[in-house]
């Protein structure tokens, strides 16, 4: 694949600036011989940071539907086989066919000013250049008088998201502020979003119909600001339009023309952005198999989705758990040869549309489904695994707990467990398994600032990996594979008795639910 040997040179480069980070381990402790080579490897010979360079940097975010999204799945299964390791796609499904161009926004009266913008997924792209006059929301009270205003959005580019007063996190606000001046702004913005939904649902519209109504009224685009409330970051999700552009705008750039709109300064913006409409793109998981010599017929899964939101590189939704599940496969192919049952690798396509991926290998894969021993999921950030729950398994303390006393203590000490816990109802690809009865567990990280900071942001880049945390992950995750492998005894997969909910009814194990295997179904 061109792009695999166009990045693999640099990478080798890059390694070698690396200070390496090192898995400690209690020398005193009595590691099985297998489990004390996986730590040797991800200490001594690590590949992390050369597939996240190639990954990340030459491959990029990976987009449900995109030419992008293909590449990753070619290089993840080219990965694998480079190891020895059978690797396949598999496909579940097709998209609507999309790729990201060039976003150019400036501001070209009352003055000159290139503005920090990004069109969102999906979005049209503008034939030429759309330079229009920035408006705001009216200020009415119902449908019937927001309705009348419609007809002067026409040729207008219309901003639809809130106004933020006050560009600062809550944290730096808390900091500086005194306790007093802290609960008055915190109250003016809470206040401030409760008026700002109020109005939306006056009007009548909601974030799926209000862009659609705009586009039938004549409107030339719509811009938001997706803020999460941490400086620099914005969340970037998909486009509501079918032929005008719909762009998000920085916080601070937005506000400037909220500003100026609202006064009476007519602003107006320059709009390109070069995005491409193309046929529609299969679907795939990248799938690799490290047969069992004695029992194949039962699995190990490792699993992460692969795919992303495109504001970003996806480095941490899912970057880093997919580098987990590749690197855990290296060092299990290259020091467990004899392992008794089959261990794959699920990395899947379209996660963040609803699970689609793992869904659909839950469904086109009943005969592994019945003879799965466990699943190993990742998917919340960069940071080192503190949590996993049973997912509502009566037995799972005793073959979680069995499996963890061969994990390297200083990894094992820094997890909280919970059993039998709750089974996971969706959130990422382990619910897929669970919903369908199968024990799926995940390997829950710490936070790194993941939901505020990096999820689905615009700051969600290769310089928010932790390596030193990811290498810790892999260990883990080879360790608790391994161990699974190896147990005599299939697990149990009784579940519990569901508790009741707070109206006093039995609460209901999750139900499976069919992929969606066309954008179509995606609402």
């Known amino acids: 694949m061109k792009i695999n040997r166009f990045f693999a040179v640099p990478a080798v ?35 992390l940071e050369n597939m996240a360079y190639e990954l990340l940097d030459g491959i990029g975010p990976r987009l449900v539907g995109t030419p992008e999204m293909l590449a990753a799945n070619e290089w993840s299964a080219a990965k694998l086989r480079s190891w020895g390791i059978e690797s396949n796609l598999q496909q579940f499904g097709t998209w609507k066919g999309w790729q990201r161009g060039i976003t150019h926004v400036d501001m070209t009266y009352p003055r000159v000013k290139s503005l920090a913008a990004t069109q969102l997924a999906w979005s049209p792209a503008t034939k030429k250049a759309v330079e229009a006059e920035v408006v705001v929301l009216p200020k009415v009270s119902s449908k019937a008088e927001f309705d009348a205003w419609l007809p002067s959005a026409k040729g207008k580019i219309v901003l639809i998201a809130q106004y933020q007063k006050i560009g600062r996190s809550d944290e730096q606000i808390k900091e500086f502020a005194t306790p007093e001046l802290y609960e008055k702004l915190k109250a003016e913005k809470e206040q401030a979003s409760k008026d700002f939904r109020d109005y939306v649902k006056n009007i009548g519209y909601d974030n799926n119909t209000l862009p659609e109504a705009l586009e039938k009224a004549g409107a030339a685009g719509i ?3 997706n803020w999460t409330g941490i400086m620099g970051a914005n969340r970037i999700f998909g486009a509501k339009t079918s032929k005008i552009p719909m762009i998000d705008i920085d916080v601070e750039d937005y506000g400037m023309l909220y500003r100026m709109a609202e006064n009476g300064a007519k602003p107006k913006i320059k709009v390109e ?17 490290i047969k069992g010599k004695e029992k194949p017929e039962e699995y190990v899964i490792l ?58 290998f839950v469904a086109d894969n009943p005969q592994i489904m019945k003879g799965t021993q466990a699943v190993f999921n990742q998917d919340n950030g960069t940071g080192r695994v503190i949590n996993i729950s049973g997912q509502g398994f009566v037995d799972s303390y005793s073959y979680i707990g069995k499996w963890l006393n061969g994990v390297p203590k200083t990894v094992r000490d820094q997890i909280k467990t919970d059993f039998p ?14 919903a369908a009865g199968v024990p799926g567990f995940s390997l829950s990280s710490l936070n790194w600032g993941y939901f505020g900071y990096t999820w689905h942001t615009t700051k969600d880049t290769y310089d928010k990996i932790v390596f030193d945390e ?15 492998s190896e147990d005599p005894e299939f697990t149990s997969r009784e579940r519990r008795v569901m508790p009741q909910d707070d109206k006093g009814a039995t609460v209901k194990w999750p139900e499976v639910k069919e992929p969606k295997r066309d954008s179509k179904e995606y609402k």
């Open 13 to 47: 480069v890059l390694a070698a600036q690396f200070s390496w980070a090192q898995v400690k381990v209690d020398p005193k402790e009595k590691l099985d011989p297998i489990v004390k080579s996986f730590v040797d490897e991800i200490n001594n010979s690590s590949q």
């Open 223 to 225: 811009a938001i600001s």
């Open 273 to 289: 952005v070069q995005s491409r409409i193309l046929p529609d793109a299969k679907n795939f998981n990248t799938i690799g198999i």
């Open 303 to 360: 699993s992460a989705h692969l795919d992303s939101w495109d504001g970003a590189q996806g480095a941490t939704d899912n970057g880093t758990g997919t580098l987990t599940m590749l690197e855990a496969m290296r060092i299990l192919k290259k020091y467990y040869p004899n392992n008794k049952r089959t261990i794959v690798v699920g990395l899947w396509g379209s996660e963040e549309q609803g699970l689609n991926g793992s869904r659909g």
């Open 421 to 434: 816990g709750m089974p996971g109802g969706g959130g990422s690809d382990h619910a897929s398994f669970v």
């Open 470 to 484: 990811v290498k810790n992950n892999v260990v883990l995750t080879a360790a608790l594979a391994y161990m699974a």
